[in-house]
């Protein structure tokens, strides 16, 4: 049984300390450690209130995740939480550190609650595609209310131990050095006092109020419907609220609130949700940088170049409070640079999102140059430069001359050859690949790259700095593309085909949406420009037959200034100042003359069709990426579509996506496509094994 409890007697309180590192969760020791030590808390007659903490830096950080789904092992949540509700002594939570999910409902099934003031308490479950089940739903509304309960519940949010106090979560906070001792004499005081039973169950008053509120409800599906679409979670959360209020009495609700939870942990969101957790922190593991490899400290930084990525990465450092030295060509691009890094700052300040006093921090944490030198003595450089192999090794060559030793050199690149930029160097070890995603300052993905003589040191540096910067870093072998934009020419191309074989951009676009994804292709295309790929292929010389086929449209939208959204024209037609474009039938005109000219036959694809052809595109290029071994496992491919392309969460990331949906019928699908549209679609040689074996792409992780 993993964990335990603690059990020990100092006068007359008994005391039960949670012992389950790292954070504490509440797996079958730890049920059996409560469940006995209550028992024997309750028997002894000398005891006469019982004590909870726990060991470390958490209280307990909710229900075990890994046992959902398993067979389970010892007492039951519900039945220490009996032990604890109806035995005859007061129970005293000292949340001395995280108190979340399974974590905060035991401390709501104590009578008192005392908190360290910087102790975490909140209730994450929906962000697993639950809800709180083991009585949150229920005790929660009878402390807060229902509005407040429900607010805190379907943000699944932390706060901190005061701001707790303030809603009436927790009875007191505990200020001082040794926050154990001071919980202890808490309960000491309590006893002395003569404070008795004092059960959230047994609180009429706030519900009483809200009872008959229909609006508090509607306000709250309103919400979801916005913020959470899509997920199935939240109406299960709102019901059991709404029954702890309407229902009144305290059993009909928990009932409510186990059925659904039930619902909620049968539901594939929930494993999809469930497998993301581990994912994130199963990517920061790699094989051949073990635990306790050198990581070099930041506390400064060098960015080359202050456009659209660059600014956006010097904002990363200083969000993080790291000082960093922005580089530019000439004054003008630097007063360009720096005026959208401040206008940026600025809405941020506006929106709330961060004080006016943070935001000239932040901003005073930047500097400017022109030369070089400047960057000397950072200890990371990161080139942000326009997207072109020889401009890249041009700034490398600078870097070899300015650099620090040791100092990590990185490439902003989305795709090109870091190798071929450490080869400019003299310290291959030092240099490696950051891949931020645009912008930068927003999206949480940091693809790190790993030339052929990066140092584990560097490897591991730059890993822990994603996470300082408040990223998910995940490792990717150096190879066109990467992972994430190696994957993504499939799912275009499938795109652009399918318009020209029959489906329509709306109709691709609308799946797509369907499917989760913030956007489909087209609208993509519009959102970043046309004439980028237009301009380069006429750059490039290329002959109109020498065109992708693929790309045909777009570029007669280009000859037409149809751009996308900067000239309020593209796939779609946008009213000045909307980014919510409107289908247009020219669009629909031009793209029928386009099939009639190469020759291609239109007839309609079903919706079906165009969702297996864009994810499947992506799946069986993941498959060849970690056959490849570019991605180190499947969960690092998943969270890389997560966190940097948008791929819906409750998926669990296109190669989970795949495994729910059994590899045997992915490999019959691909092999349909095959027989229908050619070799693009010749299945990986590791999803046909794979397939073939009865295994899953999971499976590879566990050898
Ligand atoms: C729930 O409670 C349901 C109830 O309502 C109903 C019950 C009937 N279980 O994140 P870290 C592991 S649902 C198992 O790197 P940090 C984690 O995998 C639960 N394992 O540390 C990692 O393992 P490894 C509601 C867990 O300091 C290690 O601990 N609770 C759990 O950055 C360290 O984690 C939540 O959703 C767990 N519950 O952050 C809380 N939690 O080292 C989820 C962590 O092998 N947890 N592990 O990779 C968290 O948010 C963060 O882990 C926490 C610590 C803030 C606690």
């Not at 593309?481 to 499938?494: A, E, H, K, S, V």
């Not at 790309?551 to 996308?564: I, P, S, T, W």
């Not at 386009?594 to 498959?623: F, H, K, M, P, Q």
Request: hydrophobic residues 40%.
């Amino acid at each position: 049984m993993k964990g335990t409890v603690h059990y020990s007697v100092d006068g007359e309180l008994a005391i039960l300390r949670i012992d389950n590192p790292p954070v504490n969760p509440l797996s079958s020791g730890v049920r059996q450690g409560l469940f006995d030590g209550l028992t024997a808390a309750l028997a002894d007659d000398a005891v006469k209130a019982i004590v909870l903490y726990g060991e470390g830096r958490a209280f307990i950080a909710g229900a075990d995740i890994s046992e959902f789904g398993g067979e389970s092992k010892g007492p039951g949540l519900h039945e220490c939480l009996n032990l604890m509700e109806f035995g005859e002594k007061p129970v005293i939570a000292a949340i001395n550190g995280t108190a979340f999910g399974g974590g905060l409902e035991v401390a709501l099934c104590a009578d008192y609650r005392v908190i360290a003031p910087k102790a975490p308490v909140g209730l994450p479950e929906v962000k697993l595609g639950l809800l709180p089940g083991a009585g949150g739903t229920q005790r929660l509304p009878r402390l807060v209310g229902a509005e407040k309960a429900l607010g805190f519940i379907l943000s699944g949010d932390p706060i901190p131990g005061p701001v707790a106090k303030d809603l009436g979560i927790v009875d007191d906070v505990i200020d001082g050095d040794d926050f154990i001792a001071g919980a202890l004499a808490w309960a000491r005081a309590a006893v002395a006092d003569g404070k008795g039973k004092k059960r959230v169950r047994d609180l009429t008053d706030k519900v009483a109020a809200d009872r008959g509120n229909v609006e508090i409800y509607d306000a709250a599906r309103k919400n979801a419907a916005r913020k959470m679409r899509g997920r199935f979670a939240p109406e299960m959360i709102i019901q059991c609220v709404e029954a702890a209020v309407e229902a009144g009495d305290f059993d009909a609700g928990m009932k409510v609130e186990q059925e659904n939870f039930a619902k909620c942990l049968k539901h594939p969101q929930r494993e999809a949700l469930i497998h993301l957790f581990f994912s994130e922190r199963e990517v920061a593991k790699i094989p051949d940088v073990p635990k306790g490899t050198e990581v070099k400290k930041i506390e400064s930084a060098g960015v080359v170049g202050c456009g659209t990525m660059g600014g956006g990465i010097t904002m990363c450092f200083a969000n993080a409070g790291i000082p960093v030295t922005v580089l530019e060509m000439n004054q003008e691009a630097i007063d360009r640079g720096m005026g959208i890094i401040r206008r940026n700052y600025d809405g941020m300040v506006q929106r709330g999102r961060i004080s006016a006093e943070a935001a000239e921090k932040r901003m005073a944490l930047i500097s400017t140059t022109l030369a070089y030198e400047d960057l000397g003595q950072a200890d990371v450089v990161v080139e942000a430069v326009y997207e072109n192999l020889d401009v890249k090794k041009k700034v490398f060559e600078e870097f070899e001359k300015v650099c620090k030793p040791g100092a990590i050199i990185a490439s902003n690149t989305s795709g090109l050859d870091v190798d071929a930029m450490a080869s400019v160097t003299s310290r291959p070890e030092d240099v490696i690949g950051l891949h931020f995603f645009s912008p930068a300052n927003v999206m949480r993905l940091l693809e790190v790259v790993r030339g052929e003589k990066t140092s584990a040191t560097t490897i591991a540096t730059s890993m822990a700095l994603g996470k300082i910067l408040g990223k998910v870093a995940v490792l990717s072998g150096n190879a066109p593309g990467f992972i994430g934009n190696r994957m993504l020419g499939g799912y275009t191309r499938q795109a652009g085909e399918m318009i020209l074989q029959g489906a329509t951009p709306y109709q691709v676009d609308k799946v797509i949406g369907g499917f989760g994804m913030p956007m489909g292709p087209f609208q993509m295309n519009d959102l970043v420009g046309l004439d980028l790929g237009w301009r380069a292929r006429k750059l490039a010389g290329l002959k109109p037959e020498e065109v992708p086929i693929t790309a045909r449209v777009a570029d007669k939208l280009c000859e037409l200034e149809r751009f996308g959204q900067k000239t309020n024209r593209g796939f779609y037609i946008y009213q000045e100042g909307s980014r919510a474009g409107q289908p247009d039938p020219e669009v629909v005109k031009i793209v029928e003359e386009t099939s009639a000219e190469l020759g291609i036959t239109r007839t309609a694809i079903d919706d079906e069709e165009v969702l297996d052809r864009c994810i499947l595109a992506l799946v069986n290029e993941g498959a060849r990426i970690l056959e490849d071994k570019i991605a180190i496992r499947a969960c690092d491919i998943d969270i890389v579509y997560i966190n940097g392309y948008g791929f819906p969460e409750v998926t669990g990331g296109p190669m989970f996506w795949a495994d729910q949906m059994g590899l045997d019928v992915v490999l019959k699908k691909i092999e349909g496509f095959r027989e229908k549209y050619g070799d693009f679609w010749t299945p990986a040689p590791l999803l046909e094994r794979l397939a073939k074996d009865g295994k899953s792409f999971a499976s590879l992780a566990q050898g």
